[in-house]
Each structure stands twice: as C-alpha cells, then as structure tokens.
C-alpha cells in the first residue's frame, strides 16, 4: 500500500513553467514505478510520463521535450517538471504507482490551468 499526495498545481500563462510534486507514504517508494497521468473536462485520461523504480523514463510525445519526470527516493516523491506550458496542456495531474504491472494506486490530483 502506497498513498499519494500531489501538490504544486495552479494558473500559469502559455510559456510559462510548474513543477508538480508527489508526495508518497505507507510503502517502501523505491520499489514502485511511478507516472503522471492527465485529464482534461469532458477528455480521457492520458499518461504524460513515467519513471521506473531503476530510473528509465518515457514521455508522452505531446509533452516530449517539454516536460521532465524525475525522482527523489531519499525524499519519497516524484516529479513532473513542466515547461513551455500550453493550454492544451490544461487538466487535472494525477501521481500514480505501480508495483508490479498495473498503476493500482491514485493521488487526488492538482489541477494545472493554462492561459492563452
């Protein structure tokens, strides 16, 4: 069992940058694969990125080469490093976990809002 915790959300101008963070408690965080997933109003949801618990990450290529997932396993949290910000890139953020093949474990998500 792994609970999550996202912070770091609010309203940016196109261009701009936010960092999202994911707080991770009640399991051993090192041992999980970790990925953002997005959903706008009315849109299914999609994965953004995701780190594996050995480091490797993959981008969606909507979002390649502007945002950065990383981890920090000293400090149980992920995060989501978004640049060049779009609108298109306006949703709710959510952290998730994965210990073996399925990402079974949800954050309650931070809402990202982007002007145009």
């Known amino acids: 069992q792994v609970q999550l915790v996202e912070s770091g959300g609010g309203l940016v101008q196109a261009g701009g940058s936010l960092r999202l963070s994911c707080a991770a408690s009640?399991?051993?965080?090192?041992?999980?694969?970790m990925a953002w997933y997005r959903q706008a109003p009315g849109k299914q949801r999609e994965l953004v990125a995701t780190i594996t618990s050995g480091g490797n990450t993959y981008s969606a290529d909507s979002v390649k080469g502007r945002f950065t997932i990383s981890r920090d396993n000293a400090k149980n949290t992920v995060y989501l490093q978004m640049n060049s910000l779009k609108p298109e890139d306006t949703a709710v953020y959510y952290c998730?976990?994965?210990?073996?093949?399925?990402?079974?474990?949800w954050g309650q998500g931070t809402q990202v809002t982007v002007s145009s």
């Open positions: 998730a976990a994965a210990r073996w093949e399925m990402y079974d474990y």
């Open positions: 009640g399991s051993i965080f090192s041992r999980y694969d």
